[in-house]
Structure formats: structure tokens, C-alpha cells
């Protein structure tokens, strides 16, 4: 079993920069692919990044591209997500997930077996 607590939401205004940060618990984390996903109000609930247990493989959305990165340190069981050039469209819930199945950083909800509660993101413009 894992648990995840995300922090470092907040209030931001456009260009500016938040970084997210995701504890888990349980010895076997490091093991574990991590990702971020966010969900907007009215709006399903979408992916964002995703690392491999080993950090050499990530993956991102198209709309974060160049702006998130992803990190992960395994010794702090935890998952950061560094989120530069805000924008208002950012504004969403984020979730940390975790995945014992996946070998390599996936995209689909289904994949993921471990949510945290979600941490508000909100970009003024």
C-alpha cells in the first residue's frame, strides 16, 4: 500500500512559477513509475508527466512541454513537479499517482494505482 500527499499549491500569476511536491509512503516507492495529472473544473481529469523509478524516462502532455519537468529522489520517497511560465489554463487540481505496473512513464489513468488527495493550482492572469 502507498499513500501520497501532494503540497506546494497555490496562487500564482501568469508566467510565474510553482513547484509541487508528492510524499509517499511505503518501501518499495523507488519502484514505482510516478506521474502527475490535473483536472480543471468541468473539465476530466488529464495527464500531465510521468517518471520512471529510475528517472530516465519521462513523459509530458503537449501543453506542458517545455515548462514542467518532472524529478523524482527515491532516498525522500519523493516526486516534484517544477512548473515555470504558469499559465491560466494551468489553473487545476493536481494529483500525484503511483504505478507498481507500469515499466515505463505512461498517460492513462487506468494505469495508475495510487492517488493523492490533489492539490489546488490556481494562475491569475
Known amino acids: 500500500q502507498v499513500q501520497l500527499v501532494e503540497s506546494g499549491g497555490g496562487l500564482v500569476q501568469a508566467g510565474g512559477s510553482l513547484r509541487l511536491s508528492c510524499a509517499a509512503s511505503?518501501?518499495?516507492?523507488?519502484?514505482?513509475?510516478m506521474g502527475w495529472f490535473r483536472q480543471a473544473p468541468g473539465k476530466e481529469r488529464a495527464f500531465v508527466a510521468a517518471i520512471t523509478w529510475s528517472g530516465g524516462n519521462t513523459l509530458y502532455a503537449d501543453s506542458v512541454k517545455g515548462r514542467f519537468t518532472i524529478s523524482r529522489d527515491n532516498a525522500r520517497n519523493t516526486v516534484y513537479l517544477q512548473m515555470n511560465s504558469l499559465k491560466p489554463e494551468d489553473t487545476a487540481v493536481y494529483y500525484c499517482?503511483?504505478?507498481?505496473?507500469?515499466?515505463?512513464?505512461?498517460?492513462?489513468?487506468?494505469?495508475?494505482?495510487?492517488w493523492g488527495q490533489g492539490t489546488q493550482v490556481t494562475v491569475s492572469s
Open positions: 511505503g518501501r518499495t516507492f523507488s519502484s514505482y513509475v
Open positions: 499517482a503511483a504505478s507498481r505496473r507500469l515499466a515505463v512513464a505512461g498517460s492513462n489513468s487506468y494505469q495508475y494505482d495510487y
